[in-house]
């Protein structure tokens, strides 16, 4: 028996009473608090379950035996971890007395990827027409930004993105914890690794992003920008490494941008703000924001076009589509279509030099030929 099928069996042991909601492929989360309050979320929304742990000291072995699993620890000065359950579901631990409410061990549950454009626009989180102008986005090489909030699926929406990536690309990716599931032959997966118990061993994603800018990548694609190596991403962006995709925590398009720029001012690298606000404009070319709605539903809401500073120094965004309300259906879904704004974006004449006529279906209300 090799190392992964032992600790299949332990965890599994140990996680015995919530093994329900975690071989329930409906099921996205799982969220422990706590031997007695344990919360699980299915289609977008959060349920209590009835599942307890019979005991602090139970839960207490759950989290160790995971964290050894990541070869981390946890407890003494180490009060949280961030490791993974043999299937590479990703797992959060925190305990007491930094958690209140007792060990809590947060788990986001593994599933092979299957998302592409086509399933996203199935399950109305992005409309065909959209879909399509991504996919030639994509293909122009311009940089993207999925923009969201916790839990809204930016990584789901970067894995279906990268569906539309050639096949013949190389691409790089980088995460603190591997989640991106690629479906191009050609893909590098680089992983950031914390210190060990005696403090070396750390590698970090900035580490990670100056080897592969060393590894002759097509693109480089980022599974979130978190610190400073925003900076390193934004400056690869201006400097010939295009069609680099990643996300970020925002609220807006807007919220992005500067989410950015305070990121690149937390690298060592000191920058005057004006600087690093500069570099965010140039090299962002598109932002996607998705929310995550009452009903549960995820959708996109809004693909923007970044389009520099203006004369006083200010952001400047141009929407290409918008989600537009049409209200509920019965059962409290809502109703709505992430339509074109009928602004034309700055590159609307590239897929025509770059010979991608054939591409423009949908799309030709938003691409036009230079007159």
Known sequence: MDIKELYTQSTR???APVLPLLDDSDI????????????YEKS????????????EHLLRAAATNIAEYSNRRI????????????DGSRVHIIVPPSSKTGICISIRKFKKSTFNLESLIQWESLSSVAAEFLRIAILLHKNIVISGGTGTGKTSLLNALS??????????????????????????????QP??????????????????LRMRPDRIVIGEVRRGEALDLIQSMISGHSGSMTTVHANTPRDAAVRLETLSLMSDV??????????VASAIHLIIQIE?????????????????????????????????????????????TLAPTGYKPSFASEPYFFGLDDKIIETKEVFQKEI
Request: proline share 5%; hydrophobic share 30%; no cysteine.
């Open 195 to 212: 210190p060990q118990p005696d403090g070396t061993g750390q590698v970090t994603i900035r580490d990670l992003f100056v080897d592969s």
């Open 75 to 86: 407890g003494g000065k180490n009060h949280s971890v961030d490791a993974r359950l043999p």
């Open 292 to 336: 995550r709605f009452a009903d549960g539903s995820r959708k996109t809401t809004h693909i923007t076009e970044g389009l520099g500073l203006d004369e006083k120094n200010n952001y400047q965004f141009h929407d290409i589509f918008r989600f537009v309300h049409q209200g509920w259906e019965s059962g409290g879904k809502i109703k709505g």
């Open 28 to 39: 996205s989360e799982v969220l422990i608090n706590g031997t007695e309050n344990i919360y």
């Open 13 to 15: 042991y140990f996680l």
């Open 270 to 279: 000191s920058l005057p703000i004006y600087v690093a606000r500069a570099q």
């Open 163 to 192: 569906s539309t990536i050639p096949e013949d690309e190389r691409v790089i990716v980088i995460e603190d914890s591997s989640e991106l599931q690629l479906h191009q032959p050609h893909t590098v997966y680089l992983e950031a």
């Open 44 to 55: 977008g929304r959060l349920h209590r379950s009835e599942h307890t742990f019979p005991s």
